[in-house]
């Protein structure tokens, strides 16, 4: 595709339920990153992956949070548990190799815990 | 541990003037790179510019140009004939080595027309 793409573009889940968020890279790019952006502040690091493996998980918060990319391309959030802490934008950003080149953003899924 | 600064909130500027966003980092790395990104409220992050420490020469795309200060840990960004189409939340970020972006708590662009 042209760009990043995230689905679904808004969530609304019940505190405890599960939700999963879906990032389509820019294709070709072995990199992908996911942030999350609190209401009113920058974006803060979660994870990275570099083709299939996490590179650098050292931003997930706790072990709700978990992610994957099978095959090196499509990656999915996965969080457990929800609370209403986790209310928040998610992004995910790709990148052509690695940490000298450009992160380009998708538009992010905005979730929110009730 | 790496931080970035950007002092100011909120700014203004008048449609055809030039505005400068202020960005203060911290980084015990000598090679890193420095982001400008601009948010609208689509939320798509889109980068404005892009500067490597290792060079000296300021970054400019059209409109948008730095001032980077490697001693001082400053890159500034300034917008030449800001166009109604500026206005956003603008982040400045810092990459070295580990590949996460840290950034700033952002500053919001006002435009008047």
């Known amino acids: 595709g042209a760009g990043v793409s995230q689905t679904p573009s808004n969530k609304v889940t019940e505190k405890g339920k599960y939700v999963e968020l879906r990032c389509d890279p820019i294709?070709?790019?072995?990199?992908l990153y996911w942030y999350r952006q609190s209401l009113g502040q920058g974006p803060e690091f979660l994870i990275y992956?570099?083709?299939?493996?996490?590179?650098?998980d050292s931003g997930l918060p706790n072990d709700r949070f978990f992610a994957v990319r099978p095959e090196g391309s499509v990656s999915t959030l996965k969080i457990q548990r929800t609370e209403r802490g986790d209310s928040a934008v998610y992004l995910c950003?790709?990148?052509?190799?690695?940490?000298?080149?450009?992160?380009?953003f998708g538009p992010g899924t905005r979730l929110t815990v009730l | 541990a790496q931080t970035v600064t950007q002092s100011q909130p909120e700014m203004s500027v008048q449609e055809a003037e030039t505005v400068t966003l202020s960005c203060t980092y911290d980084?015990?790395?000598?090679?890193?790179?420095l982001f400008w990104y601009k948010q609208p409220p689509s939320r798509q992050m889109i980068l404005v510019i892009r500067?490597?420490?290792?060079?000296?020469q300021n970054a400019t795309e059209n409109r948008f140009s730095v001032n980077f200060q490697k001693a001082a840990k400053s890159f500034s960004l300034k917008i030449s004939d800001s166009q109604l189409g500026d206005a956003a939340m603008y982040f400045c970020?810092?990459?070295?080595?580990?590949?996460?972006?840290?950034f700033g708590a952002g500053t919001i662009l006002r435009v008047k027309s």
């Open positions: 500067q490597e420490a290792y060079k000296q």
């Open positions: 950003a790709s990148s052509h190799r690695d940490w000298i080149d450009t992160q380009y």
């Open positions: 992956f570099q083709g299939t493996g996490a590179a650098d």
């Open positions: 970020a810092l990459s070295e080595y580990g590949n996460k972006l840290v």
């Open positions: 294709s070709g790019h072995t990199a």
């Open positions: 980084t015990s790395e000598s090679d890193y790179y």
